[in-house]
């Protein structure tokens, strides 16, 4: 380090020959306060304590940060090495003096002091905050902050996509999804859905034409198959999930989602349906005989509000991990 000059000196040393500014700096080296806090721990008043944090802030070695209309300080360590050496013999100076204790002692007064006001307003909130909270509409951030354990670029398959709805969400995730339908107009609606949005994440949706029974893939070519609301549109659909399983990488996970057995003659009628839904065994079956394992059927109730509706599954299985050897 070359030798400093006089004025450098003379500023160091100037800057830091006052004791309160030292008590200063040693206290926002520990936390970041506003004027009051500090007013309140050295017991001085505003003019004095702004003055001193004027002159360290002139000389680098504290920043602040705006939050709405207060205005908090910190201690910013210093690069240069003069001023380094300076604020290490404070630091040490300031060890054993007899200061340190009691500003000790009223810092962790003035910050237990703020941590209570958050405390004391749920204390007395409790139960009303889901009422206060909706004022966020924070579902979809919730719902994206979830998403972040899917591990990025993973690649899906989303059979009988239709209008590619279930495609975006998992492209929304940052996955690359390629979606499967026999039918070119739902394709088209898929399209130009998937064309209308941008996956920040990443994720992307290709759609290609085809059937869940002979699916237009490689085997093993994705991580996960996806079959929302179609295995009731299928003449077989163990066949279907035989066919999934081909495509999926060992190791990877199908998952089917569909309605609970039923006897509501107006999905037939109106929606065209082929199967009133499954039994969870009669899932659990298909899934067991196309080789899959750690097998899980979730039911859930019905969603309908509208309609009579039935009830809803979630069906979700293993390719084994050794299944190419
Ligand atoms: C009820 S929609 C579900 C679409 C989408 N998965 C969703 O949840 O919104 C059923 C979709 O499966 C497609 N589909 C039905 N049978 C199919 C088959 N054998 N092969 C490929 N797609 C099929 C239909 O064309 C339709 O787009």
Known sequence: MPPPSSEELQRVFKTLSDITRMRILRLLAQEELMVQELME??????????????????????????DGTYVFYRFAAPSDDLWRHGWHLVEKGLASDPTTERDTTLLRR??????????????????????????????????????????????????????????????????????????????????????SEIFPSGGQVELRRGEAEAIPMENDEVDAAFAHMVLHYVASPGDVIREMTRIIRPGGLLVAVD??????????????????????????????????????????????????????????????ADQTG
């Open 41 to 66: 721990v050295l017991g001085m008043a505003q003019s004095r304590v702004s003055r001193h944090l004027a002159i360290l802030r002139e000389a680098g070695l504290v920043s602040d940060r705006r």
């Open 110 to 195: 003035v910050i237990a002091a703020r941590s209570a006001q958050p405390r004391n307003f749920f204390d007395a909130v409790g139960p009303d905050w889901d009422a206060l909270r909706t004022v966020f509409n924070d579902t979809a951030l919730r719902a994206r902050a979830i998403s972040r354990l899917v591990p990025m670029g993973l690649k899906v398959a989303d059979i009988g996509t239709g209008t590619g709805i279930l495609a975006c969400e998992l492209a929304r995730l940052g996955l690359n999804v390629i979606g499967i339908d026999q039918s070119a107009r739902m394709l088209e609606a898929a399209r130009s859905k998937v064309n």
């Open 259 to 320: 309605f609970v057995s039923h006897d509501l003659d107006w999905m037939k009628q109106e929606l065209g349906v082929v199967w009133r839904g499954f039994a969870s065994e009669t899932v659990e079956g298909w899934l067991s005989d196309a080789g899959l394992l750690e097998i899980h059927v979730e039911q859930s109730e019905s969603l309908g509000r509208e309609r009579d509706l039935p009830a809803t599954l979630i069906a979700s299985a293993r390719v084994p």
